[in-house]
């Protein structure tokens, strides 16, 4: 089992619409949790840390379930400019190396 | 953010060559800087791991003596592909840690290889 994995999708979506992407994890231990989007042929920029209790940033929305060990990317109201492929990345206690998953394509159509 | 800055963008070359990559972080002092490489819808894969002024840690399956890592000082590492081969055609990002901004990692655009 991967450490960190993610439906690659891709995600085809009109303009305004809500979407959701999950990520799972196989340690136990992580500790810190984050989401960064990449663009084609570009490095990967982090777009917002996951907190335990949630967090909002304008119309993204991340989430952390530590029981089950995953994490959600809410977006809200979609942009033509949201395409992108979308990583999650984990980070193990102690540790300051991240596992990134494959990443989510999103398409985001007019 | 940060900014890390790779030199170059773009380079093909062909089979047996060795190509240098320079990873820069150009407003701040990085004690740590990390390979990746990523192929065609595949994920980040980290190559290893450089520290200033030690010998980096190669993940396991990368060849040490083929991806040869330099950080030599604490605002440059640099990346050498030896005798290159197509199958090392990839996009190759590095990342630079910075201690002073929490530890948040900051990446370089990346360079894609071609190797004919």
């Known amino acids: 089992r991967k450490e960190v994995e993610q439906d690659p999708g891709p995600f085809n979506v009109p303009e305004g619409a809500t979407v959701a992407f999950n990520c799972t994890y196989s340690n136990s231990a992580s500790q810190s949790f984050f989401w960064y989007r990449q663009d084609c042929r570009k490095e990967p920029k982090l777009l917002m840390s996951v907190y335990s209790s949630g967090n909002e940033d304008g119309r993204f929305t991340a989430q952390l379930n530590r029981a089950s060990q995953y994490i959600s990317l809410l977006i809200r109201d979609s942009k033509l400019s949201d395409s992108a492929t979308y990583l999650c990345v984990v980070k193990s206690g102690g540790s300051y190396i991240p596992t990134f998953g494959r990443g989510t394509s999103l398409i985001v159509h007019p | 953010g940060a900014v890390v800055s790779q030199h170059p963008s773009r380079v093909i070359c062909k089979s047996g060559t060795s190509v240098k990559i320079e990873c820069r972080s150009l407003d701040f002092q990085a004690t740590t800087m990390f390979w990746y490489r990523q192929f065609p819808k595949q994920s980040l894969m980290l190559m290893a791991t450089?520290?200033?002024?030690?010998?980096?840690?190669?993940e396991q399956g990368v060849e040490k003596d083929k991806f040869l890592i330099n950080h030599a000082s604490l605002t440059l590492s640099t990346l050498t592909v030896t005798s290159a081969h197509p199958e090392d055609s990839s996009f190759y990002i590095c990342?630079?840690?910075?201690?002073?901004?929490?530890?948040?990692?900051?990446f370089g655009p990346g360079t894609r290889l071609t190797v004919l």
């Open positions: 990342s630079a840690r910075a201690l002073d901004r929490g530890g948040e990692q900051f």
């Open positions: 450089s520290n200033e002024g030690s010998k980096a840690t190669y």
